[in-house]
């Protein structure tokens, strides 16, 4: 019963706060009640991230007390409780928490993105086996060809291709793809705001 | 001011008033009407019977009648009478005009002895619950009734029959004619009552508003039933084509698991192809930095217009400027951003710029910190502490759009329970187009394009940016535009080396120049290596039967 009461409460909210900050953006003197509106959202996306650590917490104390995968949910809840008290109790720019940033979080995710530019060459070089199709092809000439035009090879430039093959893929066959993306991305976000605005869309649970 | 007593029969026209003296004579021949007997009425009563009796006047009237009057009461009196049921009251409006074929008086009732005969046969339980108008009704009986009117004590029985108006007996039923018993489909009539179950009588709801009355519709499932949905099914209407498609999906799901979780046996050339690869990678990046060589040529400044722009920009800059540094900066790419952001805010740091970061990213304050602690550090404004942390704003895209239309008015984690506004770098700062430039230090184009779309309408300055290569052909399209929306861009360790080249410096940039263009090398020495032995393997490897051919010759 509680949900079905409160389905159209939390649309209408969305509709109007929605619908608000539209026509403020386009009727002037509503700039102020704006500016409030917006600052609520501030709040709430700030909200968010407290709601996603107690999920967190909630999910790996479940996963302890099943006993499923206990060692590394024991580890992340010590570390993330660790790392919550510890910033908490001297700020974020204080020396203790300055460091587990920069000796724990920075390394290792630096180091996944190694990791993944390793593993994209390699599978690059398993293409033709995994995809021996004419888009497969037609990919790794151009992936070639972009390479070689990025800079040195081995210390060695080859200025036709970085002064004149690069510059032409790069400005005029990526920018295009780019610009139609862009274009698509433009349009599906105002339809998806309109979807939202009349609640035909309700990604806050409805 | 008081209203005297008067009497209704004064204000009467005189038709009224002839036509009244005409059935009271009329009245007068026929029996009269048996007047209720004066000793069993109430005082009260009596005093407003001799108040109306014709004759009597106005001073005398508290005297009490003596006995029985003979005299008909008044007409008027008949409002002290007990109320006639309203059926009887309306017969006598409808017969009150004088017609002269009348048979009988207008204040006389009507025959409806039989319509209730009738009633009292259909339903014998409708009038229980009515027992206080039953107890009424004596009046009626007390009320002398003229004889049958002649015409209808003559007319034959047979020819008008006393037919009640329901009755369930077939037998009861008059004799139809010929024609009409002949188009009565009374076969095809079911002879149990029709009714539907709800409207059976079942005795007196025992609930709601209408508890206790009898032959009622049931209204508590009519009650339960308001304000409910209708619920439709949320199953799906599934065909047998599609159900055939969907068992085929769930095949290839299933093998697609069972491919996965079987123990994959890669070849031994693959397993080469991964070793060596991975190998020559590590070494073409770690010789250069580990050796520190720098023979690999730096790029030229005249391939990247966008790098250039942004140079001048800064170059600019009068001494003090105040510019807004957006940190949004994911961990994974600082190494890469690292020494484009080291020259290009070396290069305001030069220009003794205030700077003021913000961070729309949680880790971004962080990384600016380092950042700043790590590189340019020994700069006199980051040593002193002349730069102003404003920490990180949540809220994403609303949080920009807040920040543009109100700086002063935001939330910000940053600067603890102080008023960063009254500090001497943001006193100038009512807007956000007041900065003197905004500087975006992105990993992605995507948070470009959202300050681009929230803020770069408002700032006639533009939007300059520092991005990972990656967000490289996403920005190019802003920087193609007319006017451009991104004034200028450097991107990844090539626009970090053009613009230490501008700047005449050697920096993290050339020091990571040679690791770079080693490690491009080795990659594109890797990819095609690889593609010729894929391609190999792939033409070398037996082909598997297919099911239903011939073995062999």
Known sequence: MTRRFSLPIAAAVAVLGGGFVLVSLLMPGLEEMRSRVLNWAVLLAALALLLGLANLFQVHWQK????????????LLIAMLATFGITLWEGSRAGIPMWIFSHIQLPIETSLMAGLAASLTLAAARLVQRRNTPLGYTFL??????????????????????????PIINNFLATGAMRGLLIGVALGSMLTGLRVLIGADRPYGG | MSHGHHDPEENLPDWLRALRRQQEEQAGQSQPAAAPDPAEEPDWLQEIRQRYRPGATKAEPQEPAAGPSEEEPAPALQDTQPQLPLRLELAEEVAEPPEPWLPFEAEEPLETEPVDEALELAEPQARQPYGDIQEVEPAEDSLDLPATPTFIDESDETAFPSTPAFSEDPDDLPSEPGWLESLRPIEDFPHEDARSAAMLPEGPPQEGPLAGLSDVLPTSHLVGQIGKSVEYSTRLQVTG???????????????????SADPVERPLGNRLLGLLGSLLLIAAVLVPLVTGSQSAGRPDSTQAPEVRNIFNSIDVLPAGAPVLVAFDLQPAQYGEVAPAVSAVLGHLLDKQARLVLLSTQESGPALAERLLAEH???????????YLNLGYLSGGSAALRSLTSDPRGVVLSGPGRSDPWQTPALQSIQHLRDFAMILVIASDGDSVRVWIEQAGTQLPAGLYAITSAQAQPLLRTYLQSSPPSLRGLVSGVSGAVIYERLRGDVGLGRHYWDAYSYGLGAMVLVILFGSLYSRLAQTTEPKPAKPGAPSGA
């Open chain 2, 376 to 386: 340019l550090g020994n700069t006199p404004l980051v040593s002193t502490g002349s």
């Open chain 1, 141 to 166: 000439v151009t992936l070639f060809i972009l390479l070689l035009g990025s800079g040195p090879l081995f210390g060695q430039e080859i200025p036709f291709l970085t002064q004149r093959v690069a």
């Open chain 1, 64 to 75: 302890i007390r099943e006993g499923n995968q206990r060692l590394y949910s024991t580890v």
């Open chain 2, 241 to 259: 084509s599609q159900r055939q498609h969907a068992a085929v999906l769930q095949e290839l799901l299933q093998s697609e698991e069972q491919r």
